[in-house]
């Protein structure tokens, strides 16, 4: 039974920083999709972030325009994890944050659909 769980998740303030996690287990996915999305009150799930295997053990990454240059996600992939490192928060930012996975080649990863597996989410709230 594959699960992704979420851990890092917590309240803080305009300009703070935040660590998601996502641990994998009951199989590996060091060559295939991990990312992140996020959903607030009222809102559908979102894109953020997202990593795609590129081969000679490196990962690219794609976020999204509302993250870029203050998010970054990487892989770990002793722990079979992907993280999510959130520097510069906004209150824009609050919602919950779901960690994904794919078992699938290609795809487009910017969408939630195209993932196999999601984690139960993790609180992220930023006070203005």
């Known amino acids: 039974q594959v699960q992704l769980v979420e851990s890092g998740g917590g309240l803080v303030q305009t300009g703070d920083s935040l660590r998601l996690s996502c641990v994998a287990s009951?199989?590996?996915?060091?060559?295939?999709?991990m990312g992140w999305f996020r959903q607030a009150p009222g809102k559908e799930r979102e894109f953020v972030a997202t990593?795609?295997?590129?081969?000679?053990?490196?990962?690219?990454?794609d976020l999204s325009d509302s993250v870029t240059g203050r998010f970054t996600i990487f892989r770990d992939n002793a722990k079979n994890a992907v993280h999510l490192q959130m520097n510069s928060l906004k209150p824009e930012d609050t919602a919950v944050y779901y960690c994904?996975?794919?078992?699938?080649?290609?795809?487009?990863?910017?969408?939630?659909?195209?993932?196999?597996?999601w984690g139960q989410g993790a609180q992220v709230t930023v006070s203005s």
């Open positions: 994904a996975a794919r078992v699938r080649p290609g795809g487009n990863l910017n969408l939630r659909n195209e993932y196999d597996y």
């Open positions: 009951g199989r590996t996915f060091d060559t295939y999709p």
């Open positions: 990593t795609r295997w590129s081969g000679g053990g490196s990962y690219s990454a």
